[in-house]
């Protein structure tokens, strides 16, 4: 009878002592803006044409050991937004289109995990390829009815007190009729060190324990370039990542840190193949940086890498026959932003050529793929709504949602 209580407790115990053991101390959580597993084949497939090899070449995440698949509808509509997708992969509730933090009649507030593992000591990190304000990264730090009420939703940055924040800049820095305060002056009066461009980084790298760090162009532009487009000048996702690390990476506690690859997403509502696929690469750069950091501390380590939604009904076959030509794409030297009309439309053609077909200027309601690799990442597995990621995020930390 002993004997039975002694493994009635032991089976009991068995489970708490893995998660403990398991529980990561560094987390990063990737968000691909519109990345459906089509936009994965599709770099898998530009990878491979690149290096010469006959089939697709995986890329930093498409191997990792641990593969899901999320629902992303929203609680208003079939085919989401990035706010309410936003909201969904932050808050774990499901939210109304263009709705940032908030439930879905906006007449509650939502809080993120970010805040939630903010509270139990970690540090937190935010960054997006596009403005900080814009509708992924706010939804881990801001509430708001609408996802276009840009200063307002900025507002919150410096309230968040997370200690990074890299990235494209923000939208409508001083208000949309620029009368407003500078956004960047009110988070140097809240304490923010904020940091201009990888050269002012190389050089004096951070002092401040809360750092906002973005490029060193105009303040009006609030984005990175493309992938496509950028020069050795500009900074890119992975610098900043990198950056991240270094800023999150001195708490005793860990860290949790979202970063996001936005404009995935914009090139995919363009029907831009090529950018696109070289956005997915860059988007897989970033996340090697993560993959070094992972081989540090590979036992306390979570990377998960997901999308909000797929952008542009994404196919890889075009009307009819059984291959696709990416050398059709060689001609391309930059993204459908910086070209005329006319050449937009030699794109078109070099894309269908090429058998890529692209379905909607929009979202789609296709599922997204979830990668995962280290501490608990076998949560992540299977088939889940994306309201059950940050549930799972939490869950692995050992953090109550
Ligand atoms: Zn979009």
């Known amino acids: 009878m002993k004997k039975r209580i002694l493994l009635f407790i032991i089976t009991l115990i068995c489970p708490l002592l893995l998660t403990a053991e398991n529980k990561p101390k560094y987390v990063f959580y990737f968000i691909g803006d519109g990345m459906g597993f089509n936009h994965v084949s599709l770099a898998e497939y530009y990878n491979g044409y ?73 540090k937190v990190g935010i960054s997006s390829t596009v ?55 009110l988070l140097k009066r809240d304490g923010y060190e904020v940091i201009f461009g990888k ?84 988007f897989a750069e970033a996340i090697e940086v993560a993959l070094e950091f992972y081989r540090q501390y590979p036992d306390q380590t979570l990377i998960i890498v997901t999308a909000d939604h797929e952008t542009g009904g994404l196919a890889l076959g075009y009307e009819k026959g059984y291959n696709i030509f990416l050398k059709e794409l060689d001609f391309q030297q930059s993204s459908t932003e910086h070209i005329s009309k006319s050449e937009i439309t030699l794109v078109e053609e070099a894309s269908k050529r090429a058998h890529i077909g692209w379905s909607t200027a929009d979202h789609s309601a296709a599922n997204v793929p979830i990668f995962a690799i280290g501490a608990s990442s076998e949560l992540f597995s299977g088939r889940m709504d994306n309201t059950d990621i940050p549930k799972k995020i939490c869950q692995a930390m050992g953090i109550e949602f």
């Not at 079939?78 to 879905?104: F, H, P, Q, R, Y």
């Not at 304000?133 to 007190?161: K, Q, V």
């Open 50 to 122: 690149i290096n010469r090899e006959k089939g697709p070449k995986a890329i930093s995440f498409s191997n990792f050991p641990v593969l899901g698949m999320a629902t992303t509808f929203s609680a208003t509509n079939l085919i989401t937004d990035s706010a309410a997708a936003g909201t969904a992969l932050a808050t774990g509730e499901k939210s109304k289109n263009g709705a940032i933090g908030v439930n879905a009649d906006c007449s509650e507030e939502l809080k993120s995990i970010a805040y939630k593992i903010h509270e139990e000591g970690y």
């Open 131 to 185: 403005g900080l304000n814009h509708a992924t990264p706010a939804a881990f730090y801001g509430h708001n009815c609408s996802r276009s009420n840009y200063y307002d939703i900025a507002l919150e940055i410096t309230e968040s007190e997370f200690e990074f924040f890299g990235g494209g800049g923000i939208i409508d820095y001083k208000g949309e009729d620029n009368t407003k305060k500078s956004i960047y002056k």
């Open 199 to 282: 050269e002012a980084w190389n050089k004096k790298g951070h002092r401040g324990e809360k750092v906002f760090y973005t490029h060193n162009k105009r303040p009006e532009i609030n984005s990175l370039p493309y992938a496509i487009d950028r020069d050795s000048s500009d900074l890119t996702h992975a610098e900043i990542v990198r950056a991240g690390i270094e800023v999150l990476s001195t708490g005793e506690k860990g860290f949790f840190f979202m970063s996001e690859g936005g404009r995935i997403d914009w090139s995919s509502h363009a029907n831009d193949t090529k950018t696109t696929a070289l956005e997915v690469l860059d």
